[in-house]
C-alpha cells in the first residue's frame, strides 16, 4: 500500500499558538489560531459536506490547561454568531469537568441549554430563551430591553465569581472591548486569570458574513428556536470587530469607552447657582392654606414654611437637583459653539434678590421671581430676550420646572388684565383689630438718640478688662475680655439705669453694678462700639462737655465714668468722654401694649409680623427677629418682652434691619410716636415747614443698635472683607457688638422714594376678614400681601394663581455663575 506522501508543515511562526500572559491583577491569555485547512479527497470535494459535521464547521476547537483542575479562570469569547462561540465554550467545559470526574456530553442535543451549561457558560440570551420541562428552548429577544438583560448577566458573574466558581464563560459577543470592561474588573477583583479567544481561532471564515449566515440557516441541534440572525447585523458585526491588541490587552479592555462615554459631555445649561443662600432666605416663609390645601400630615406637626415642603419624607413633590437661575439651556444636543458667551461669565458672582414667590393653588409648583438687579444686562445677552430669571423650589406632576416660566408670564398678564380694570380700594388698617387686644398702632416714629462714650483705643491696664453687657433684668447679653484696637470703645444709655436689688446681689462685684448713697443700685448698661469717620459724621460729638443736661442726664454721665474707672482700673479723665446725638426717622408701624397683648395681636395678624420683619413667634413673650445686613446676610435674633409690662415693638431700619421690642418706659425717653390725620401723617414735630395732612415721602433713618430687653443674638460676625470698599480695613466687628451708628460698617442703600406712611401700610398691612374680589383676592401670608387669581389657563389647565410679593425684596446674595449636567 502507497502512503501518502505528508503535508508540508508550514513555519511554526505562523501555526503556534501565541500566548500573551499577564498578571495585571488578572491572568490573560489570548487565542490565536492559524489553522490550515488540508486539500480536499476527490471523492470528498464530490459529495456536498454534512450539515451535522462539526470538524468541518469548527476544525481547530481549542485545549483547556488542565493541570490545575480548580484554577479559578473565565474565558472570553469573542465573534458574530456563528463563529462557534458556545460550541467551543462547552468544548472546553468539558475537558475541565473530565479533570474532576465529571463526565458531560458537549455535543449532546439540546446540550446548550442544561442546567450544567447554563451553570457556567454565562450568556445575556439566556434572559431572551425559555426552556419548557422537555428541553426545547425558544428566543424572543426584545432590544428594549438588553441593556437590563447585560446588567443581570454581569451580576450573575459577580455572584459566581464571588463563590469561587471555575471555569467561567463569558459567552456574548463582544464584539467591542468596552463590552468586556465590567467582566474584565470582576475578575480583577476575584482574582481571576482571563483568556480571551479570538473567532478566527474557532473557525474559518469567522468574519464573513456569508459564511455565518449560511451556518445559521443549518439545524445544527442547540440553537434556540427563533434565533435568525439577518445578513445587515451580521455585516455590520464584522464591520465592527474590534482587535485586541498585543501590549497589555487587559489594560486596552479596561480603557476602552463605549460610544457615548467617548462624546464630550457638555453641560446641560447655564445658570446662577443659588443652593444654600435660597434655602438660607426663602426657608421660613410660610406658604398658608393656598399651598398646603387639605393635606393629611397625620401624626407629624402640621407643616409650614418651605423647608417642610422640601424635607417632608416621602412628599408629593420633585425636588431640583439644585437650586439655580437658569440663564441659557442647552439641551442634550448642545454643540461647542453655544457654549461661547456662556464660558465667558463662568465664575462670575451676580447679586440676585427675590421678589416673589409664585405658584399654583394646592402646590403643584412652587417658584421664586427673582430680580438680578444691575448685573441683568449681561446675564440677558446670555439667555435671550424672553428670559424670565426665576428659581424653581419645587414641582409635581405633571408640573415641570420649564412651567415657571409659564407662571410668570400668567402672573404678568394678570397683573396687566387687573390694572387695566376698575381699582379695588386698598384693605383697611387692623388698627381697630388690634385695639380689641389693648394695642394700638402708630405709623412711624422720630428717635433722638444720645449716648455716652468712652474710647479706650490700643491702650488701657496691663490685664485685659471683661465686659459684660448686663440688662436691666439681670440677663447677661454679652460676656467677652475686651481687646486693645483703634477706634474701639463703649457706649451707655444718657439717662441713669437702675436695678432691683435681689437682682443686683449676683452683679455687685462688677464695675458695672454698685450701691448708690441712697440704697439704690446702679446699672451701667454699655456696649462695643466703633468710632470711625462713619460714627463722627453721623453724630454730633461734644467731647468733655456736657451740651445739652436734659438729653444727658448729669448722674448718667457721673456714674459711666466711674465704671469705666473701676473697668479698666485707671482715673478716667472728662475729656476721654463724649457726649454724642443723632436725629433719625423711621416709617415702621409701631405696637404699643402690655407684652402680652402685643404678642396675642401678632400671633392673630401674621402679616403684621412680616411688615415688623418678624420670622415667628417661639413663646407668649418671645419672638424671633428675621434680621438683613447691609450686606445682604440674613441672621435671626431673639427678643423676649417682660411680663405684664407697657412694650413697643417696631421694626429698626439701618444697617441692620429688624424686629425690636423695648419697655415702652426706655422707648418714650428717646423717640417720638407719629399719629395719622385724614390726609396722611402728622407733620408737626418731624416736619415743621410742610402743611399738616399732605402726603410726603419719609426718609429711612438710621436706628442705634442697642442692646434691649431680654434679646439674643445668634449669628456670624461680619468679616472685614464683607465691609464696603469706602470703610478702611479693621478687624472683624463681633455682631454682638452694638455700633451707635447703624452705618458704622456701610450704608443702607437707599431704596426708592416712599408713600405715605398710611398708604404705605394700608398696601402692606391687611385685614385678612376685608376684600374678597373674585379675581384678585388677597390672603394673609408670612411671605407678604398673597393674591389669587383665579380662572388662570395655563398649559391648558384653568388654575388658581397664588403670588406673594415680598415686601421689602429678599436678598439672596451673591451667586455664582456656572454650568450644570
Known sequence: MMRRPAMAKPA???????????????????RRRYCSKRPARPEEAEQPANKHSRTEVFPCLPKANVCIPLRKIVYFLRGPPGCGKSTAARSLLSQHLRSQFVQWQPDAKGAAFSPVSRAFILSTDDYFTEVDNAGHAKYSFNPKLLRERHKRNQLRCEVLMELDVTPL???????????????????????????????RDLSLGALDPSILHARLERDQGNRAHGKAINMGTLERMATNFEDLPRDEPLQAIRDALAPWERKEKLPLYAGLDTEARTLAALGAIELGQSFWGEVDHGDMPPRKHILDARYWEDPPWMLPDRLHVTVRFFGG??????????????????????????????????????????????LREVAGPDWWPHVTLLTSPPWRPVDSTLLLQAWDAAEEAARASPSIPPPPLPAAAMEAFGVKIFPGFTEQTCRIVFGYGETFAPNAPKL????????????????????????????????????????????FVWKREDGTHCLIQSWPITINDKFRSDFEISVGT???????????????????SKLFGETVSDDQIMFCHKCTVSDSPVLVGKSEDIMRGLREYPQLMHELAIARIETDLCFVAAGTTGNGESFEKEFHLAPGVESVVYRKDGWETMGCSKPYEQFEREAELHTVTQGGMSTDTVYPDREAGANIEVQTGHLSMEPSIEQHVSKPDVTADKLPASEPPHPAVST???????????QKPAGPAKQDITEVMEQKILDPHGITDQRTTPVPMSGGEAKIYTDVVIKGKTVDLCVVPLCPPCIIGPCQFRFFQ
Not at 13 to 30: E, G, W, Y
Not at 169 to 194: C, H, K, P, S
Open 169 to 199: 464563560f463569558i459567552d456574548n459577543t463582544n464584539i467591542a472591548l468596552w463590552e468586556m470592561r465590567t467582566y474584565i474588573q470582576l475578575a480583577d477583583r476575584f482574582d481571576y486569570t482571563v483568556e480571551v479567544i479570538d473567532p
Open 333 to 378: 444636543s448642545a454643540q461647542r459653539e453655544d457654549l461661547c458667551e456662556a464660558e465667558k461669565l463662568i465664575g462670575t458672582w451676580h447679586d440676585v434678590i427675590a421678589t416673589a414667590l409664585v405658584f399654583v393653588r394646592g402646590g403643584g409648583i412652587l417658584c421664586a421671581a427673582v430680580d438680578l438687579g444691575k448685573d441683568a444686562e449681561c
Open 546 to 564: 456736657n451740651p445739652d443736661p436734659a438729653r444727658f442726664h448729669p448722674q448718667a454721665a457721673v456714674e459711666f465714668k466711674e465704671s469705666m
Open 736 to 746: 454682638s457688638e452694638h455700633d451707635l451708628s447703624e452705618g458704622v460698617l456701610g
Open 12 to 30: 511554526a511562526s505562523n501555526h503556534n499558538r501565541k500566548r500573551l500572559l499577564h498578571k495585571q491583577p488578572s491572568m490573560v491569555r489570548i
Open 468 to 511: 459684660l453687657t448686663i440688662l436691666p433684668s439681670g440677663v447677661v447679653e454679652n460676656s467677652k475680655m475686651l481687646e486693645p484696637r483703634a477706634q474701639k470703645g463703649l457706649a451707655a444709655f444718657a439717662y441713669p439705669q437702675s436695678m432691683d436689688v435681689e437682682i443686683a446681689r449676683g452683679f455687685c462685684e462688677t464695675p
